[in-house]
């Protein structure tokens, strides 16, 4: 860590550690290989000679591990022929600047250090963070921030040093997704496609490490959206994260929905209902957006569909009221109208906004049923309403068939720009016996959003662009404008193979899983949106999180969605539809769950879908 950059250890959103430079016998080991070996920690190997007469070989290994817990274990081997002695210096340094700070470019000078116990401590008067070394150094040189040990290596030996570094009064750090308690099934996969059983044995990782626990109800656990950016819960993307990686259970939706139904407005008020969320950037052609829309209207389908995957009855139950608020908060915030606004009110009503209203709906009415509540006829007939008012009032039509547009501004106009946000109108959601909920757009019109999904304007190879590339201010590294968003490929794969269009979804998803191998199978949550060509690879996205609780879970989304899962648990069966093409030849899914018991399935290579293991008496569906 050179103190460049986003170089550093972060807690809090607080960067801790900024620089972390090593010399053996004064000088800088020759690096030879980094990777990260998990989600939450990396291996760097560097080589030295030593000895006069080592020659071309070297005959000193040093082997760094880094974990994002604040530690770091610097380890010496030794192959040389005579004992060594080997002065090892450490220099650190930190400037102890906030996260906005860094990502902005604002970040200040280093903090002068003192020494302090076994290591040195920086304080700004606010902040303060400090290093700890085991062993003790020999010497620690404050002004210079330097630690400083004398290693006496025997031929084949080893020795190592720990640093550890936290903010003052922090306790250790552990990982949630590490203990025995994970929410998270360890599922595996296999088949003719070498890449698939790394991506999810990596996308399960990645989202075990992002997991955190509500500090005030520790059995609650839920994903933050990502590092090194968003280290925190963004409800949205928790939810969507949590809804995605259904396949591995319901636990982790259950904790993430109770942990955001204790922060859900109540009260008197128009927010009454909604789940407090920040503003979104929706890129150039149209304002900001409030996540805490989506989160409110994601809250009752995860509900709802958790409840098909097997979450308890009881669990069901304790969470319907906090569900029923926010699907009263809908009713309200649309009133006599039609369209949900965004942000409330005034704002335009998005295309995406207007199917997460749908979906929520739907499934949000089966719920109520279910559970013997009222309003599910009243929420059906204002599905009804929108979807024939949508077909209508958000369709462009043009010489090319047409497209939905990307919103509709409050006077009337349309804001027809062709975005990855309308694969939200693929997502339809789950109802009983493993049928999908009806969708805003007729048959003719979701073969048409089909078509320009597929097409290269918005399929570049690696991913869906989140804006076509036809389109006015696009940018293959725009966050809204053109890149390559994984939830989104994800959505739209998934979508599209539900829908029928096996063809579109199978190039979308062969390239995401191109992608994913390129950065290692661990998918960052936005890459840049150029297009694919031989040869070439993919371009990271400077300011992605990697990992993203989003992209993990699109990760498993991608693979589950092969075999088609449908679980209805409350009536005791699970239905598979598998994608008929099979675009990765034979795939094998082993240890997901469904109805609370593992479950493993096999699609053929002829896309033909075998249940291999199930919970005693879980039926097969037609």
Known sequence: MTGQGLDGFYRAGRRLLSRCQLRVAGREPLPVQARMTGADRARFVGTLRASPLAGPDPDVVVERTRHAN?????????????????????????????????????????????????????????????????????????????????????????????????????????????????????????????????????????????????????????????????????????????????????????????????????????????????????????????????????????????????MPEHETEELLPAAERCLTWLRTAVGDGTYLCDPQPGGPARCETQAHAHRAALLGADLLDACGMPRGAELREWARALRAAFRTDFWVDDLGGGRPAAARAPDGRLVPHLGATAVHLLDTGLLGGGESAPGLLDRVQTEQLARLLGSPAMDSGWGLRGLGAKEAGYNPFGHRGGAVRTQETAIAVAGLASAGFEEEAG????????????????????????????????????????????????????????????????????????????????????????????????????????????????????
């Not at 979308?508 to 899983?513: A, F, K, N, S, T």
């Open 70 to 310: 604040g530690t770091e274990r610097i380890t010496l081997h030794s192959a040389a022929p005579r004992p060594l002695r080997l002065p090892v210096e450490v220099a650190l340094g930190t400037d102890l600047a906030a996260m906005g700070a860094i990502a902005s470019g604002r970040a200040g000078p280093e903090v002068p250090a003192d020494v302090h116990d076994a290591g040195l401590r920086w304080s700004d008067g606010t902040q303060a963070s400090s290093i700890t070394a085991d062993p003790p150094p020999a010497d620690a040189l404050a002004s210079a921030g330097l630690l400083r040990w004398e290693f006496h290596l025997p031929p084949g030996s080893s020795m190592s040093v720990e640093l550890r570094v936290r903010p003052d009064g922090a306790g250790p750090v552990r990982a949630v997704g590490r203990t025995a308690t994970s929410p998270l099934a360890q599922a595996g996969a296999s088949g003719d496609d070498p890449g698939v059983q790394a991506l999810l044995r990596t996308s399960v990782e990645d989202l075990q490490a992002l997991l955190l626990r509500d500090p005030a109800h520790p059995a609650d656990v839920y994903p933050a959206a990502g590092a090194p950016w968003r280290c925190g819960l963004a409800p949205a993307e928790a939810l969507a994260a949590a809804r995605m990686a259904l396949p591995l259970g319901t636990r982790l939706a259950t904790g993430t929905l109770r942990a955001l139904a204790r922060g859900q407005l109540t009260g008197p008020g128009r927010q009454s209902g909604m789940i407090p969320g920040p503003r979104r950037d929706a890129g150039g052609h149209l304002p900001p957006g409030c996540t805490g829309t989506e989160a409110t209207l994601l809250f009752p389908a995860l509900l709802a569909e958790a409840r098909r995957w097997g």
């Open 507 to 622: 190039s979308l998803l062969r390239g995401v899983l191109a992608a994913a191998g390129a950065f290692g199978h661990r998918l960052p949550e936005m890459y840049a949106g150029e297009q694919r060509t031989d040869g070439s690879t993919p371009l990271a996205h400077p300011a992605a999180c990697r990992p993203a609780a989003t992209a993990a879970a699109g990760g498993i989304m991608l693979l589950t969605t092969l075999a088609g899962i449908r679980p209805d648990t409350p009536a005791g069966t699970v239905t598979l539809r598998p994608v008929r093409s099979a675009p990765l030849g034979e795939i094998t899914l082993n240890g997901l769950r469904v109805a609370g018991a593992p479950f493993s399935v096999r699609v053929s290579r002829l896309g033909l879908a075998m249940v291999e293991e199930a919970a005693e008496g879980l039926q097969l569906g037609a």
